[in-house]
């Protein structure tokens, strides 16, 4: 059963289209820190892909991988997966600012990558992964979880590509988490591992307004990080806000932070809204707030009236199918690179933005 209350191990499964036999697409899992290692192979194993490696300096995360994916083989060195002409694409959750160096063998093997989020912790490894990219011709792809595997953020996506609200005008993104500071990593209050708020969870957002806004760029209008009430933790940003203008126009804002109360069922009641020319959708992605958990709700207004969609298992979380087809077939219908770059490249820079901005108040 899914823990819908722990957000660093939520990990959904669905009754998927498989798109592959068994051995026709196969993965290795490499780098086991962070629990969404488990969702990106979910999703895949449930498209029909078929999981071979995993490899971890770890004993113990390998063995607990092992218990929740039996059959696996364990590699003893990287190598092993690097070299295995059966593996088409690895998969990784390690550490955030060792997986563009991991991506980069990877590509530089002759495989596809399937990181989670944040990809990048730096700008400067946002254009060294580019540069291989550009030479391998590989797939360097990103686990853009809040909206790739949840039914009502992409029910959303693909309602608002059919015209139900027309053309979208403005995207409002709140995304709270829970800290869960007990059971947290000691890397993860490290910003040199995580690379900031922005970096990490805020990538989620602009990833969300790019693809409901259409846009294939945007400019920042302000970007904002702090630390409000955690002491103890200095290099632990708990709050952040961007503002972005796309480059149709559309606008956006979000807030992200790690204060999701002791009290509610899920890790955060992310919630999004959407205004377009034609109607408007609110989306309460994880529950509805002292009524259903878990649950995935989209309402939606527009011309024809008012509707409640629960969207909860319903979607067949189709990314990741679309992802195996892209990387057997050289095409780009999952996602392009160009637009899981620009994601990344723009919460980068928020994130650069709200630390000069700090700087500068405390100077």
Not at 39 to 50: F, I, K, V, Y
Not at 83 to 97: C, F, H, Q, W, Y
Not at 234 to 243: A, R, V, Y
Not at 332 to 354: G, N, V
Request: aromatic fraction near 10%; hydrophobic fraction near 40%; glycine fraction near 8%.
């Amino acid at each position: 059963m899914v823990d819908i209350s722990d957000g660093a191990n939520y990990a959904p499964t669905a009754k998927a289209e498989v798109v592959v036999g068994p051995g026709e697409f196969q993965f290795a899992a490499v780098g086991l820190d962070h629990g969404h290692i488990n969702g990106q192979c979910n999703g895949l194993l449930d498209a029909g892909a078929t999981l071979k490696w995993v490899y971890d300096p770890d004993p113990q995360k390998v063995a607990e991988f092992v218990q929740r994916y039996p059959g696996v083989q364990v590699a003893d060195r990287m190598s092993q997966v690097l070299t295995d002409s059966d593996i088409n694409l690895v998969t990784s959750a390690v550490i955030p600012n060792d997986r563009a160096e991991l991506g980069r063998q990877v590509l530089a093997a002759g495989k596809d990558y399937f990181t989670d989020k944040s990809p990048f912790t730096s700008l400067e490894q946002l254009s060294m992964v580019r540069d291989v990219v550009s030479v391998t011709r590989r797939k360097y792809m990103v686990y853009y979880a809040e909206r790739l595997h949840n039914d009502a953020a992409w029910t959303a996506g693909e309602m608002i590509k059919a015209g139900a609200i027309g053309r979208v005008l403005q995207v409002l993104n709140i995304a709270p988490h829970r800290l869960a500071r007990d059971t947290r990593p000691l890397w993860f209050f490290d910003k040199d591992c995580t690379g900031g708020i922005l970096t990490d969870i805020g990538s989620h957002q602009v990833e969300q307004f790019l693809t409901y806004a259409g846009c294939h760029d945007a400019s920042i209008n302000f970007a904002r990080v702090a630390n409000m009430n955690n002491p103890t933790t200095p290099d632990l940003e708990d709050f952040g806000e961007i503002s972005l203008t796309g480059d149709n126009g559309a606008s956006f804002y979000t807030r992200v932070d790690w204060f999701t109360p002791d009290g509610l069922r899920t890790w955060g009641d992310g919630r999004t809204f959407i205004v377009g020319t034609e109607g408007t959708m609110e989306l309460r992605k994880y529950l509805d707030v002292a009524r259903e958990a878990p649950s995935s709700r989209l309402f939606l207004v527009n011309g024809e009236g008012e509707q409640e969609i629960e969207c909860l298992g319903r979607s067949g979380f189709p990314f990741f199918g679309q992802l195996i087809l892209d990387s057997l077939n050289r095409t780009e219908h999952a996602m392009t690179q160009r637009h899981a770059f620009k994601a990344a490249e723009i919460s980068l820079l928020a994130q650069r933005q709200a630390e000069q901005a700090l700087a500068s108040a405390g100077d």
